[in-house]
């Protein structure tokens, strides 16, 4: 099994059990993949039929040059990929960042859309030297999937991936903290009917999660609208209640408009943000500094629609602490991307706000 710097803060057997529950929790395989493509964590809920393909070394060569392609393209795009797996199986692949850069990824979902197709199934059968009873078997114990479900899932893996990151820099606090969100997990897998394949279902998996958090989830439109922030995140800025907020501009949050004007030319960059630093007005009017990490939405376009992050309160000397790290990352932005919103903003100033 390889390391890499996440797995050296954070203990194998703590990623495993995150997996295990996500996995419990929606019915859909997982693995933490380094950027080589080589395991950092042992697969939960491997499917029968994955298992088999990877026995012929030339099947697993071909993955594992696709998928080293989709990380290529998921690193520079900064956005979570649903892609073809194998045949007309579905899968997604969620980047982890550490220090500012993917650093890893969750791969897994391997699910179908629909019945199998019939002509795909009898030709890879007999590719890999199996009776086509038995493929079908295999094939049918997939899980039944929508797109959206794919999407829901990995949207919540980005926001577990973030917490990890942001928990296992903080040193000495990371052991504590990790155990809660073992414990978000643990009341997932509780609380969640397992194995399930209704849309639905999956949404209210990932409303639990949302409101459970301990640090502030938002979701905003292109135009820094709020639409969506739970409890928590409304109580750190001093409201009672999230409805409070949705409809208001993110922007009416900041004490300072140019730091919001530097956010977006970040985010519209380079498609994410880390360990971002706003100083921040609360409803009582006391103002504190808070720390973002934040990701655009897209819809199948490839056009930004919003964009969504967590975010919590730090002190002066924590902030004062990242701000070199802050000032490093903008002054290091890379080539402009695929982006629809790149050319409608110029490249981020080199000092941050």
């Not at 990877?54 to 071909?62: D, T």
Request: proline share 4%; hydrophobic share 30%.
């Amino acid at each position: 099994m390889s390391k890499s710097i996440l797995t050296e803060l954070v203990s194998v057997r703590t990623l495993e059990k995150i997996l295990d529950n996500f996995s419990s929790a929606t019915g859909l395989g997982c693995v933490i993949r380094d950027t080589k493509g080589n395991p950092l964590t042992k697969g939960s809920h491997p499917s029968r039929l994955w298992q088999e393909v990877v026995k012929h070394p030339h099947m697993e060569k071909q993955y594992q040059d696709y998928l080293l392609q989709m990380f290529e393209k998921v690193t520079r795009t900064g956005q979570n990929e649903i892609y073809k797996r194998y045949i007309d199986t579905y899968a997604f692949i969620v980047p982890i960042y550490m220090e500012g850069r993917a650093e890893a990824f969750f791969v897994g979902g391997l699910g179908r859309f629909g019945n199998p197709n019939m002509e795909l199934c009898i030709t890879e059968a007999k590719k890999l030297n199996i009776d086509t009873d038995s493929f079908l078997e295999m094939y049918l114990m997939l899980p039944l999937v929508t797109l959206e479900k794919l999407e829901s899932c990995a949207s919540l893996l980005r926001i577990i991936g973030s917490t990890v990151s942001t928990l296992a820099k903080e040193g000495t606090e990371a052991k504590a903290k990790l155990e809660e969100l073992s414990e978000i997990q643990d009341f997932l897998e509780k609380k969640i009917q397992k194995n399930s394949n209704d849309l639905h279902d999956s949404e209210v998996r990932y409303r639990q999660l949302f409101n459970t958090i301990n640090d502030g989830v938002y979701v905003t439109d292109e135009k820094g609208i709020i639409k969506e922030i739970n409890l928590q995140g409304a109580k750190l800025l001093g409201f009672n209640s999230p409805d409070e907020l949705i409809g208001t501009n993110m922007r009416d949050t900041y004490v300072n408009p140019e730091d919001r004007d530097e956010f977006t030319r970040i985010i519209y960059w380079k498609g994410h943000i880390e360990h971002f630093h706003p100083y921040v007005r609360l409803k009582n009017g006391d103002k504190t500094y808070f720390e973002t990490n934040s990701t655009v939405i897209k819809d199948k376009n490839g056009k930004i629609t919003g964009v969504q992050g967590i975010f919590r309160a730090i002190g002066p000397s924590h902030h004062s602490n990242l701000h070199q790290y802050q000032r490093q990352t903008n002054n290091n932005e890379p080539e402009p991307t695929t982006l629809n919103h790149a050319a409608d903003h110029k490249k981020p100033s080199k000092t941050a706000k």
